[in-house]
């Protein structure tokens, strides 16, 4: 509950920034499974719209949603193909999905596809720069190689589940800021990373140097995700 309120603060904080600014928004939670994150979004005012493969998932958002008199609509349906117009969404939400679905692409262009201009994405991945991980009680499992990782993939859900951290299905794909930033930059993105987005307002002195350098010395930027095991991006949709 905190990481997500800690989300969608910064998602407000950066949409009032925009000319355009609206008190309501329209939300897309992409993969919301039990609409945490959608009915803290809903408590709030805005329109969400949350999205799920999993049917008995939406039917415990619907149900806890009903509970807390919140008005989100959800439904049953594929993140490669969202049943949602183009440029509908002020803000797409993909929190940890990229790296469970083999089309990532598809995911991506469709969360792209639905935003408004102007209109953000949030996202929050993999980090393969990092050789610490949530995914797998294996060391430095981030940087095997790619064959290596399949094989451990196929042990996860067959005959060794032990090996895995937290998740029935652990992750498939692995992703850097750098990668993904190139992706979405393709695609008229402006992406904002974890240094791009610390609030210097209530830090020491030393604090706000630390992340003055990180921001302006491309070297310590990158020392800093390779010390992050998780990917945070939050980026907007160019006019």
């Given at each position: 509950?905190?990481?997500?309120?800690?989300?969608?603060?910064?998602?407000?904080?950066?949409?009032?920034?925009?000319?355009?600014?609206?008190?309501?928004?329209?939300?897309?939670?992409?993969?919301?499974?039990?609409?945490?994150?959608?009915?803290?979004?809903?408590?709030?005012?805005?329109?969400?719209?949350g999205l799920d493969v999993n049917a008995p998932l939406i039917e415990v958002a619907r149900q806890r949603a009903e509970d807390e008199h919140l008005d989100i609509e959800f439904a049953v349906g594929s993140a490669t193909e969202l049943p949602y117009a183009d440029k509908m969404m002020d803000v797409s939400l993909l929190p940890e999905l990229l790296e469970h679905v083999v089309d990532w692409e598809s995911v991506l262009n469709e969360a792209a596809r639905i935003l408004k201009p102007g209109g953000l994405l949030f996202l929050s991945t993999t980090n393969w720069l990092c050789p610490k991980q949530d995914e797998f009680e294996l060391p430095l499992y981030s940087w095997y190689p790619g064959f290596v990782k399949r094989k451990y993939e196929h042990l996860a859900v067959t005959t060794r589940p032990e090996i895995v951290n937290h998740a029935k299905y652990p992750a498939v794909n692995w992703f850097s800021f750098y990668s993904l930033s190139r992706y979405l930059g393709q695609r008229g993105f402006r992406c904002l990373d974890r240094f791009d987005l610390i609030d210097t307002a209530n830090r020491n002195p030393l604090e706000k140097a630390v992340a003055t350098m990180a921001r302006t010395l491309p070297p310590l930027r990158f020392a800093g995700h390779l010390l992050t095991p998780g990917t945070v991006i939050f980026a907007f949709k160019q006019p």
């Open positions: 509950m905190k990481r997500f309120t800690r989300v969608r603060d910064k998602a407000i904080a950066l949409l009032a920034q925009r000319p355009e600014n609206r008190s309501s928004l329209q939300v897309a939670d992409i993969g919301c499974g039990a609409g945490t994150q959608s009915r803290l979004w809903a408590q709030l005012g805005h329109h969400v719209h």
